[in-house]
């Protein structure tokens, strides 16, 4: 029961991941200065973490949250280039 439960998680997290790396992302240490971050750096990031806290954290970024994970914030960059 176990591992179907971790199997489940897994292609979530993964169709969580997809869903959005459409949209370009960006990380941050004091949410002032933000960089651009590529989905796939993302996805090592996240395969660190289990699997449970990296499927909450991508849906506190959907929601357009600034979440923090380790030692950076991350979010989806906005649309608006004067958006800082």
């Known amino acids: 029961m176990q591992d179907i439960m971790q199997d489940i998680q897994k292609i979530l997290c993964e169709s969580e991941l997809e869903e959005i790396s459409h949209f370009p992302l960006q990380r941050s240490q004091d949410c002032e200065e933000w960089e651009d971050i590529p989905p796939e750096e993302m996805g090592r990031i996240l395969e660190t973490f289990p699997q ?3 499927l909450n954290f991508l849906e506190v970024l ?3 949250s600034n979440p923090r994970l380790g030692d950076y914030y991350y979010r989806i ?3 608006n280039p004067l958006y800082l």
């Open 52 to 54: 449970e806290k990296a």
């Open 62 to 64: 959907r929601t357009g």
């Open 77 to 79: 960059r906005p649309r």
